[in-house]
């Protein structure tokens, strides 16, 4: 018998400390940082583990948006849209949207009418 890969879809990617790849660490650095910025509000008024905990939260959170994708599902509308993609792709097209002013363009094309015999 042989042995045969199975090919994946890494896009290039290496895993760091096994479970993160270097998106996801950015991601979470990211949100490590903006925790930061609370721990040391925090810090200020002497509420020290709060700020631990809203650090810790934003660094789990920059994880997921950089690891995970939206699942496919046909629940929601969003879901079903954008099903298997990457979180952070679907975020940053939200934001795009949005800077753009909400313009939707939909092609309608010629329409042609069938006849049933």
């Not at 099903?83 to 909400?102: C, L, P, Q, S, T």
């Amino acid at each position: 018998m042989n042995t045969y890969n199975i090919p994946r879809n890494v896009k290039g990617e290496g895993r760091i400390l096994f479970i993160f790849s270097t998106k996801a660490l950015i991601y979470a650095t990211v949100g490590i940082g903006i925790g930061f910025l609370f721990f040391l509000i925090c810090k200020m008024i002497n509420l020290n583990m709060i700020g631990f905990i809203i650090m810790g939260i934003l660094g789990v959170i920059g994880f997921v948006i950089g690891t995970f994708k939206v699942p496919d599902s046909a629940a929601f509308s969003i879901t079903k849209n954008a099903g298997g993609e990457n979180i952070d792709e679907v975020i940053k097209r939200a934001i795009k949207f949005k800077k753009e002013k909400n313009k939707i363009y939909v092609n309608i094309g010629k329409m042609e009418e069938t006849k049933d015999e």
